[in-house]
């Protein structure tokens, strides 16, 4: 994983709605390791969040 990576997929999860995983897959990283670097950065993520976009809570 590169360093450019990790930042389009905090990018793409705190700037619009995507998923966790939709993010973390548009910026090819495994999503528990986006999780992992989201609470890090103190942004919150619901636990399972796996549902739509719709579903989840704005940061």
Do not use: C, F, K, W
């Amino acid at each position: 994983m590169s360093l450019r990576s990790l930042t389009t997929a905090l990018t793409l999860y705190r700037g619009t709605s995507l998923t966790v995983d939709r993010a973390a897959a548009q910026s090819g990283i495994p999503p528990a390791e986006l999780e992992s670097h989201l609470r890090a950065q103190g942004i919150r993520t619901p636990d399972g969040e796996r549902g739509s976009p719709t579903e989840r809570t704005p940061n």
